[in-house]
């Protein structure tokens, strides 16, 4: 008996050992998987990217104000603007969302949300967000004259198709038929 005890600690220790001996590999290097945001980082005044000139609609308040039919609905306005990371149709897109500089001009595209933008051939496909799509005939009118006119400046792009939270729909917001591609002719200019 004593004999099987000696051979099986001999065998235990031989195993234990054995198993000690294999060789451990280095650990990977990990990316910690959050890290904190680098602190006084200097923002290059002059993002790299390719500049372009564009033309943004805007409102004229006159017209609004008045109603004169004599006047502009929409006064364009040149802008120069960096094209990087992000398309030139999402850059306009972007720039119709802010308040333009002249006090004589608004935007009725402050508040909508622009959920995608892509172009196919001669069209840009716009989805908006329907959560703050409200407003009248005027409001509905403003927001489909600066999309298609400052969309359709964009070369090769001849017509703008409308989606609401990524769905044809027959109005933008019950007045306006946006089944079919809309083109400056369509609007109006």
């Known amino acids: 008996m004593k004999k099987i005890m000696i051979l099986g600690l001999i065998f235990l220790l031989i195993?234990?050992?054995a198993a000690c001996k294999q060789t451990a590999e280095p650990p990977e290097e990990q990316t910690?998987?959050?890290?904190?945001?680098?602190?006084?980082?200097?923002?290059?005044?002059?993002?790299?990217?390719?500049?372009?000139?564009?033309?943004?609609?805007?409102?004229?308040n006159d017209y609004i104000a008045t109603g004169n039919e004599s006047l502009e609905k929409a006064i364009p306005v040149k802008k120069e603007v960096v094209i990087g990371e992000k398309s030139i149709e999402e850059v306009v897109l972007?720039?119709?969302?802010?308040?333009?500089?002249?006090?004589?001009?608004?935007?009725?595209?402050?508040?909508?949300?622009?959920?995608s933008v892509e172009t196919a051939e001669n069209t840009a496909f716009v989805n908006l967000s329907g959560e703050k799509l409200r407003g009248g005939s005027?409001?509905?009118?403003?927001?489909?004259?600066?999309?298609?006119?400052?969309?359709t400046e964009l070369p090769g792009i001849e017509q703008v198709q409308i989606y609401v939270d990524g769905s044809v729909r027959e109005t933008l917001m019950s007045h306006y038929e946006i089944m079919e591609p809309l083109t400056r002719e369509d609007i109006g200019y």
């Open 15 to 17: 195993f234990s050992m």
């Open 32 to 60: 910690p998987v959050t890290q904190d945001p680098p602190q006084n980082v200097v923002v290059d005044p002059n993002p790299v990217g390719e500049k372009e000139e564009i033309t943004i609609y805007y409102i004229n």
């Open 94 to 115: 972007e720039e119709l969302q802010k308040n333009p500089e002249d006090e004589k001009l608004s935007t009725a595209m402050g508040i909508i949300k622009v959920l």
């Open 138 to 151: 005027l409001d509905e009118t403003m927001i489909l004259t600066q999309l298609i006119l400052s969309l």
